[in-house]
């Protein structure tokens, strides 16, 4: 395919922007600086030895700070993978750029820093994870995972084409990253996204390193046992916790067989999630696999391990496997750094080294992130920039990610939109302290009732202080002295010696949430359930196949309890009336108790890709006067598109001619296995029923 020539001028009276001081004098139009970003997805600052880490070593990530700067206090404004890619590209907080959470689909259409980047000349590519639902857009080429993508000889969507791909994740990655910084066109610039999907859980490492820290015992952070005794119910209510919450085949790589699961039965069980990524591996890779992990499991399942001696074993099998994944990365950081020496791109790339959010390795006994707590709000920013400062550790300016998009403008010496809410970072990688940078940084979590089960919350953070508001279903303050309280442990918000800085903070708190236009949380609320009256309330309901109990409606006979979903669906879903089956087809015998007339039938289902949940094939009806017999009544279809990424409702509705009966009887058809073309391949698909009305 020809490629595109680009426009070579800059307009720098377009409306509504800024213009960047540099602009005049950055670099020549005929040598802009490239750009480079590397991002990972979950890697913990703990995790990077430049970062101080006591776990391993990152020569290759740990060479990039030597030859730039290091930032400590780097932040994200909504510690989760979708939103905090949102937040990069557009320079805005997720509620202005519409990513509220993983559920949501990014809205491609708004200004992103990759379009205006290519509409003054740049070359432009993403390779690796994309994890926005929308189709890339403003870039030249990409080769993207679809959702969270494999480890092992994952898919890629290459321009829409998608293909499997042998290999390693993160080493194909690169791989595709380096082709096309070989084939672009040398006389004009680029920008090259460059997106891991490593250390993201399952954390499967690849082929060289499945040894790697093997007979080592590495250290429990000390707030491995923390028992969140000061801490708001938040704290204590997440599921999220390594003791607790890991899948035993999916997360820790036990196989589990049938004879086998008496004994792990109060343990998290899931073996065809397990045996789908496992089945993905050529027979070569699963030899190699086994070899690795087979004699541990066994020594593990004949140890019987309780208690604590559990807790840390699960420990050390994470931990060792989340290090092996980083590993990989490290030596392909070190790839793409030799490539821009041995290619003289070195003197004229901004790199950027990130991951989207920070990650807990065991502190407060947790893994994944969410809270505004230190490990998951903080995330590693490394930037080695052309004639910048070099084996610089920044340990006072706080920097946010939506500071990267003006930050990639301003390199490029392109005007800086008004609307962007981040603030360039370049005087500061000149060496420079603005009088006029920020002294705090604002948070807000939108993901709430969801995985893990982290309450909504919105702070803020000082150099001192950190105070944290849980909201929603909760209202519950927190207040962390983080000089004197780096762990987090003490929460001192009804402590009277801090009650002044309580109100100062709130103060701040208000005018950060004004500034960038956040001032209403409840826009953002899951809308409530709606009572409904309709002939149908009080039947008794026999289900074939039982419902998940975590998913029971709150009651047996939910479908008919007067009480359905919102009529607006937006964000996650308050489950709380909508019964859930896992797999099965929903089969029902209802039972009215009486002889009553129907006019019409109307069943609503859930769709929402994001949690595996689809809508039924069809909805099948019937009736009966002795609820053996049942008399046909029709068979309703699915009409909405089953790879939809939005969250909707379809209603299954029927018209029963004023039939006369007692008893009903009502199949809902499962698609029981996720597809292949969603990120659960092969896992069960999950049928979520809501009222079932009759009038």
């Not at 086994?290 to 099998?317: I, M, V």
Request: glycine letters at 6%; aromatic letters at 14%; a negative charge.
């Amino acid at each position: 395919m020809q490629r595109r020539k680009f426009i070579k001028d800059i307009s720098l009276t377009a409306a509504g922007l800024a213009v960047s001081p540099y602009i005049f004098n950055s670099c020549s139009p005929k040598k802009k600086r490239n750009i480079l970003f590397i991002m990972t997805d979950d890697h913990a600052f703990q995790a990077i030895s430049s970062y101080g880490s006591k776990l391993n070593k990152t020569p290759n990530i740990d060479r990039l700070a030597k030859e730039g700067m290091l930032f400590e206090q780097s932040f994200v404004t909504n510690s989760i993978c979708g939103p905090s890619r949102a937040c990069m590209l557009t320079g805005k907080y997720n509620h202005i750029n519409g990513m509220l959470d993983n559920s949501t689909t990014f809205d491609g259409s708004q200004q992103t820093f990759v379009k205006i980047l290519k509409e003054h000349g740049y070359q432009t590519a993403i390779v690796g994870k994309w994890h926005l639902k929308s189709e890339p857009t403003g870039f030249d080429y990409w080769n993207i995972l679809p959702g969270q993508g494999y480890y092992y000889n994952p898919d890629f969507i290459e321009m829409g084409e998608k293909k499997r791909i042998e290999g390693y994740v993160t080493d194909l990655t690169t791989d595709f990253a380096l082709n096309w910084l070989d084939k672009r066109d040398k006389s004009d610039p680029f920008c090259l996204l460059l997106h891991h999907k490593a250390p993201h859980r399952n954390w499967m490492p690849g082929p060289e390193y499945l040894d790697k820290y093997d007979n080592e015992k590495l250290p429990l952070p000390e707030t491995f046992y923390d028992d969140y005794n000061t801490r708001s119910e938040s704290a204590k209510t997440q599921t999220m916790k390594i003791d607790e919450d890991m899948y035993i085949e999916y997360d820790l790589k036990v196989p589990i067989s049938e004879d086998e699961r008496d004994q792990f039965k109060n343990e998290k069980l899931d073996d065809q999630w397990w045996e789908n990524i496992f089945s993905r591996m050529t027979e070569e890779q699963r030899i190699e696999w086994n070899k690795a992990y087979d004699d541990e499991n066994e020594q593990f399942k004949k140890a019987n391990l309780k208690g604590k001696e559990l807790a840390e074993w699960k420990y050390q099998r994470y931990i060792k496997d989340y290090l092996r994944c980083v590993a990989s990365v490290d030596d392909n950081v070190g790839r793409v750094l030799d490539y821009l020496k041995e290619n003289n791109l070195d003197d004229n790339t901004l790199v950027v080294y990130t991951s989207d959010q920070g990650f807990y390795l065991g502190e407060h006994g947790w893994f994944d992130k969410r809270f505004m707590y230190e490990e998951s709000h903080k995330t590693p920013l490394i930037i080695r920039a052309p004639n910048g400062s070099k084996g610089i550790v920044n340990k006072e300016n706080m920097v946010v990610n939506i500071d990267y998009a003006p930050t990639f403008l301003d390199y490029a010496g392109v005007a800086i939109p008004n609307e962007m809410q981040g603030k360039s970072l370049r005087k500061i990688l000149d060496g420079k302290n603005p009088a006029d940078w920020r002294k705090a940084v604002y948070y807000h979590y939108f993901e709430y009732p969801a995985e893990h089960g982290v309450k909504r919350h919105y702070g803020i953070r000082t150099e001192r202080y950190k105070l944290i508001h849980f909201y929603y279903d909760i209202d519950a303050w927190e207040l962390y002295d983080l000089e004197k309280d780096p762990h987090e442990i003490n929460n001192i918000y009804n402590n009277n010696e801090y009650q002044n800085i309580i109100v100062e903070l709130k103060s701040e708190l208000q005018k950060l949430r004004e500034k960038y236009d956040d001032t209403d949380e409840t826009k953002y609320l899951p809308k409530g359930n709606i009572k409904v009256d309709h002939k149908g309330i009080g039947a008794t309901v026999i289900f074939e196949h039982p419902y998940a109990s975590k998913y029971s409606g709150n009651n047996p006979n939910a479908l008919f309890d007067g009480w359905r979903g919102p009529e607006e669906l937006v964000s996650h879903v308050d489950f709380s009336v909508w019964q859930g089956f896992e797999k099965n087809d929903l089969i029902a015998k209802v039972d009215f108790g009486k002889e009553i007339e129907i006019n019409k039938i109307s069943a609503g289902f859930l769709h929402f890709l994001e949690s595996w949940i689809f809508l039924p094939e069809f909805v099948e009806y019937a009736y009966s006067q002795d609820n053996r017999n049942f008399v046909n009544l029709g068979k309703v279809s699915r009409k909405g598109d089953i790879k939809s990424t939005k969250l909707l409702r379809e209603m299954y509705e029927i018209n029963a001619n004023k039939i006369k009966t007692q008893y009903l009887k009502i199949i809902a058809k499962n698609i029981g296995l996720c597809p292949d073309w969603h990120q659960g391949f092969g896992k069960p698909a999950w049928l979520f029923a809501d009222e079932v009305i009759i009038k």
